[in-house]
């Protein structure tokens, strides 16, 4: 169980809030924020936050970007939540967030927040919206948007690191914050790499002592000590004031099979629709940590639109697949698209978009074209291109002021 403290924070909506002074938000603001909580208060209920907390991690509402609401970054998205549930038809809301009912509540909610995003952009163009509308053949999309002749079903998915990753990052969660306490401790600096995250329990606990040891013995020498053990290669010098550089375990591997898989799976999903779209937040690092990373926008997206292309070769329904790269902090990005031209064949209109967000924010999507003609509707291309300015039309649609007026000129 999470400390008392932790569940006294998250007992109820008002109080994950926290105190109304450390909102940075002007007068008018206040009030919007205020209003937002309430909505989230009456889709969602109280008693979600404390079921999240005694989920497995991560909690969706316990997140940097997230929470507390001390930051712009946070308000923002609490305003954005809060407004996607207003202008989405009631009934859809009230479903989405009726599913957090499962065990599995915090994976439940975050795939479902990506769901409640897509839902709150669509409307703004007059698509009606279903939610998990069954097909003939029994498959239950995320989402049927129907505008004037066009009829697509969307599915939502997020892709997220695999367990290698996962594990390495919980090494250096563990490992990392006790090493720089013990450094800061004794006066001394560590530094270090992990050669595999399998270290954890008693081992990582072993390890973290004779660290310890080592550290109060290279202080009080004087002299450079050095520890291997666990798969854990360490240095202290004394003098220091914490942790110098720690290389946490190498990734290896090929990301592109995870991604592959969900792909197709969520291809299957939407068999028996005259035309669906795939949406996919990416956590996995796909654009960071493999060889995408070395190259331009422009051939990032020319790799990935043929590696999409032939891996939903078979499924004609799929009119295209928008890939996000997640929102990022970044108030310098400008607005641009990067788009693969005519020479590239049945590809060509797929683009890259960048687009700045409220609150010093900014998102990439990949957006790649498998089909063309009346029944590959450009739809959620055409939601994501202008995105940026949603949350101002949200926020008249709800009767609440502009963003500006909400943060004042400290935005």
């Not at 970054?73 to 202008?87: D, G, M, N, Q, Y």
Request: proline residues 5%.
């Amino acid at each position: 169980m999470a400390d008392e403290l932790m569940q006294l924070r998250l007992g109820s909506w008002t109080a994950w809030a926290g105190d109304r002074s450390s909102w940075p938000v002007t007068t008018p603001g206040a009030a919007a924020v205020e209003w937002a909580i309430d909505v989230h208060r009456e889709f969602f209920g109280d008693g979600l936050l404390g079921r999240m907390l005694d989920d497995g991690p991560p909690h969706p509402f316990v997140d940097p970007l997230r929470w507390p609401l001390s930051s712009v970054h946070a308000i923002v998205e609490l305003l954005s939540r809060a407004c996607a549930l207003r202008v989405i038809p009631r009934d859809v809301g009230l479903a989405i967030a009726g599913s957090t009912t499962t065990a599995d509540v915090n994976r439940r909610v975050t795939s479902d927040l990506h769901v409640l995003e897509v839902a709150g952009l669509a409307v703004r163009h007059g698509w009606s919206i279903d939610y998990e509308a069954a097909l003939s053949t029994g498959r239950r999309p995320d989402l049927r948007l129907v505008l004037g002749n066009s009829d697509i079903r969307v599915e939502v998915t997020s892709s997220g690191p695999d367990r290698q990753r996962l594990a390495a990052e919980a090494l250096s969660g563990s490992l990392v914050p006790a090493l720089m306490m013990i450094g800061v401790q004794h006066e001394v600096e560590i530094s270090g790499s992990a050669a595999s995250s399998e270290v954890d329990g008693d081992d990582l606990a072993r390890l973290v002592r004779e660290v310890e040891a080592a550290a109060s013995e290279s202080a009080a020498s004087g002299e450079v000590r050095t520890l291997a053990a666990h798969g854990v290669e360490l240095s202290i010098r004394p003098g220091g004031s914490g942790l110098g550089s720690f290389d946490g375990p190498p990734l290896t591997g090929d990301m592109w099979p995870r991604l592959k898989n969900r792909l197709r799976t969520k291809a299957a999903q939407t068999e028996g629709a005259g035309a669906a779209w795939i949406c996919v937040q990416d956590r996995s690092g796909l654009f960071q940590l493999t060889d995408l990373a070395g190259v331009d926008e422009h051939e990032q997206l020319r790799r990935l639109a043929e590696n999409v292309s032939f891996a939903l070769r078979d499924a004609r329904h799929v009119a295209g697949v928008l890939l996000s790269t997640g929102v990022r902090i970044d108030a310098g990005e400008d607005d641009h698209d990067t788009i693969l031209a005519d020479d590239d064949g049945r590809l060509a209109g797929s683009r890259v978009l960048r687009r700045r967000l409220p609150g010093g924010r900014c998102r990439r999507t990949f957006v790649v074209r498998l089909r063309n003609g009346p029944a590959a509707d450009d739809g959620p291309m055409h939601w994501f291109r202008r995105e940026g300015s949603w949350l101002d039309w949200a926020l008249a649609a709800a009767g609440l002021p502009t963003v500006e007026s909400i943060f004042g000129s400290g935005q």
